[in-house]
């Protein structure tokens, strides 16, 4: 299968520094990612990240400026 098959699903992970990510189901995850439950088609999967990904700055920068 390939990532840009219409056929392919996805995962939606996520990183410690809380950066969100599509990876292909058919694929082992990478290390220092997991998996956040959403799975479907690449626009399903896109569609979650645009709707809970709403600061991109990496986790660490967002704590260490000040609120």
Known sequence: ???????????????AE???AIWPD?????AGW??????GDRQTCLAHIA?????M???SLRQATPA
């Open 51 to 55: 709707e809970v990904w709403t600061d």
């Open 1 to 15: 299968m390939s990532f840009d098959s219409p056929e392919t699903r996805f995962l939606v992970v996520i990183n």
């Open 26 to 30: 058919y694929k082992p995850l990478p």
């Open 18 to 20: 809380q950066q969100y």
């Open 57 to 59: 700055r990496p986790l």
């Open 34 to 39: 997991q998996e956040v439950g959403v799975h």
